[in-house]
């Protein structure tokens, strides 16, 4: 009965990791749903801006006051978790802080600046939640937040703020059991002995082994809950982020990417030699599209599809887009988040199934309306303000090619340009012999 503890901390490691793996091939899986990219040009670059934007936070920081919070809890959340290898070694074989063998002076130093980083960890949420709650930020607080996203991020911010002070709780019980000599003296605990030893002084050795145990064992499963609660929360970013911004759209900004397809048949079109009733080349495949534009998930591409799953709901992009300051509906956060929802219910469809059944719904008008996609000015406004590179203006695009050369329902005012396009070779509604005039009045 002496390893008791080691077997149920064993089967917990081994479930809390295994469902994580389970939830990670099933977001991997839905977006291998969207059409292939070929985003692998460009190693070098795309390795910077990763380093850069997701691992240095190099967006962040343009809004200082969050940027600055966000970097505590990042950085100290992430580094923090490095103590769960000492944990994981500890839980399986009976040791008690396993890095001590790194040394004294080495371990001293380590779990001093885990100690410090948790502390701005319990700020920077603690000013987040205030933030979120009761400052009033306009980005947090508009009505596409209300219910689950709000909790959700709540329960987030919660649930670091109790693992922080798990982890202190565990430090100052051991701190004052080691004065005691009841425990070998490992570790430096600035924060925990200052603000908790004191108290923990004034209680007994039995109660003190409980806590520091009870807060280790609260620490371990807190981290497995948190882990595998990712998948159903916006956090899933701190994973994601970094994908997302090595597959990131590394061209200008807006640039309208041309169908192969399209371009071909305009060249066929132009070429006074070309056979346009001649057959294809024996062997070869027609590479026209089976559709045109995005009308479902399907129809969009895995780096599209990655980039719902990305978003972290910050509303930087909805805060800059000037068709939602000016009161329209379009919301560049809530199309990805739109996204992700349906993506999700075609990943139900499937889980139940076997295989995707035709479930009625699309992501455009069932999720997404055309009233959003043509608020949309394609200013890039989004795409600038998203501190992972997410590019939501790409999803619109393609919804947008969709409704033209698939619907033909794009508004009025575009169909009459398209129409004297075609037809004067200009958007404007005059002869072409007409075209010159205006060079003649100067």
Known sequence: MQYIDNIIFLILLVVGFGLFAKSLLKIYRNIRL?????????????WSTMARVAMGQSKMVKRPVAGVLHLFVYVGFVIINIELIEI???GIFGTH???????????????????????????????????????????????????WPKHDANWILIIEFALMMAFFKMNAADFVLQQRGLLPEHGSFPISSTFLGPIFVNFSDSFLFFTEKGAWW?????????????????????????????????????????????????????????????????????DTPSKFGAEDIFDLNQVQLLNAYSCTECGRCTSVCPANITGKQLSPRLILMKTRDRLEEVGRNIDKNGKFVDDGKKLLNDYITKEELWACTTCNAC????????????IIFEMRRFLVMEQSAAPQELNLMMTNVENNAA???????????????N
């Open 34 to 46: 969207g059409h292939e990219i070929n985003r692998s040009d460009r190693k070098s670059e795309r």
């Open 88 to 90: 994981i070694v500890d």
């Open 97 to 147: 802080r396993f890095l001590s063998i790194l040394g004294h002076d080495f371990y001293n130093f380590f779990t001093a600046t885990l100690e410090v980083l948790a502390l701005l960890v319990v700020i920077g949420v603690v000013v987040f939640f205030i933030r979120r709650n009761f400052y009033g930020v306009k980005r947090l607080t508009m009505k596409e937040l209300f219910g």
């Open 218 to 286: 609260f620490h371990f499963v807190g981290i497995l809950f948190f882990m595998n609660y990712l998948y159903y929360s916006k956090h899933l970013h701190i994973i994601l982020a970094f994908p997302s911004t090595w597959y990131a759209n590394l061209e200008k900004k807006g640039k309208f990417n041309n169908l192969d397809s399209v371009t071909k048949e305009i060249k066929l079109m132009m070429d006074p030699n070309a056979d346009p009733y001649a057959a294809p080349a024996e062997g070869s495949e027609a």
């Open 383 to 394: 795409t600038d303000a998203c501190p992972v590179l997410l590019d939501p203006l790409s």
């Open 427 to 441: 958007p404007w509604q005059y002869n072409q012999a007409d075209r010159l005039n205006w060079a003649s009045e």
